[in-house]
């Protein structure tokens, strides 16, 4: 259980840079939903499964979709 | 979006969606869940919709007219629940000394107005979440 929470957390803050980093700010999107599912996972293991709802229902789900569609009306590469 | 298979899976799995959408919401006082993550399910599962058979069919489905009356009903809805309390000569939003009706614990209908106004809060967080979307991919249009 400590190995599955330190390799979660590893995976989070590389997720949490390589959004800083990429250019492409679908990809960017893609990588901040994953970020958001490890989350969820992490809100379950700290025993809060209310916020783990919370946070796959609104950061994995509803959130990419309304980026997805900001993305579609502006430009897809960062200047 | 015109794929037979996204269209097919799609009409599959929304009722189980906004069947554990509606499960979540009526069950957010006994566990975890309550109005918000069930009313950002039941929005999710319109979403999907919109996404898989466009956005003429998507906006039939709950349109403006609709949705204004849903998000301004439940919250007076929240707030006449509230005032409850104070003519009972108590507090904003007092529960039990107000004289709901508290029924048996574990059971669907107990926990006083808290079952109706987690109810509220699903309703105002599916009717908001999918306005959002469905005012984004308008603009997009014209």
Redesign the interface.
Known sequence: MQLLNVILIVFLIACAIAVEKTRDLLSAVIIFASYSLIMAVLWLLLRS??V???EA??GA??TT??FI??I??TRRMEK | MDDLIVRNISRMIIPFIQLYGIF?VFHGHLS???G??GG??L??SI?LYT?AFGSEKGHLKLPHSIAKWLESGAVIWYIILGLFGIFAGHVFLTNKPAGFYMGQAGDIISGGFIPMVTLAIGIKVAST?IT??HT??E??EH
């Open positions: 499964p209310d783990a709802m919370t229902a609104i789900g509803v979709i309304m569609a900001v579609s009306r | 979540v975890p869940g309550g918000f993550p950002a399910i929005g999710a979403i996404l979440m959002l979307f984004m991919i603009e997009e």
